[in-house]
């Protein structure tokens, strides 16, 4: 667990428990409250996420998630997932999902949980932090360049790496 003051604000952060009700709430919660937002789909989390997301991240290899409470409330989550670069043939961690609430944003509170990420991938001789940002969310953009994080390049005249997908299922 790490507490970070900010603005005469106390957050701490920690990985979720599983077999904690209150953290499997949280997550629930906090990725609702993502997924409603613009930036996140504007639409609220699925009823089978809601009901199965705690028991997959629980059984999925490398899974974690880290949540930030303020005053004892959730206010910050970050779902991650442990995954191998072969080139560099070390661990990685990528963020899959970043949210701070509407309420706590511009608090610095999504850079003292990128922080705790990185003391994490520190800690388990990773090589890299990965994510996926969307180009329209500029206040996130601008947050994880001033985090030190850039766009993926094995060399300028090649281009940046793009992050595609095809649904399998809805």
């Known amino acids: ?4 003051a900010l603005r005469e604000t106390t957050v701490v ?10 953290d499997c709430l949280a997550v629930i ?10 930036m996140g789909g504007g639409e609220p989390l699925g009823q089978y996420a809601r009901a199965n997301l705690p028991k997959a991240m629980a059984t999925t290899p490398g899974a974690f998630s880290v949540i930030g409470r303020r005053k ?6 970050a779902n991650c997932f442990t ?12 963020v899959h999902d970043l949210v701070v609430v509407a309420d706590a944003r511009g608090l610095g509170i999504g850079q003292q949980l990128l922080m705790y990420i990185e003391r994490e991938a520190s800690r388990m001789g ?3 932090i990965t994510l996926e940002v969307l180009t329209g969310n500029r206040p996130a953009r601008r947050s ?11 060399d300028e ?4 790496a793009l992050f595609l997908q095809k649904q399998l299922c809805k």
């Open 144 to 154: 994880y360049e001033r985090f030190g994080f850039t766009p993926y390049t094995l």
């Open 72 to 77: 004892g409330e959730p206010v910050a989550l």
């Open 13 to 22: 952060f920690a990985r979720a428990r599983w077999d904690d009700p209150a």
């Open 126 to 128: 990773c090589c890299k």
């Open 157 to 160: 005249s090649t281009g940046h």
């Open 1 to 4: 667990m790490s507490e970070f």
């Open 29 to 38: 919660d906090l990725l609702d409250a993502y997924a409603r937002d613009p």
């Open 83 to 94: 995954a191998l670069s072969t080139f560099a043939c070390k661990p990685l961690i990528n």
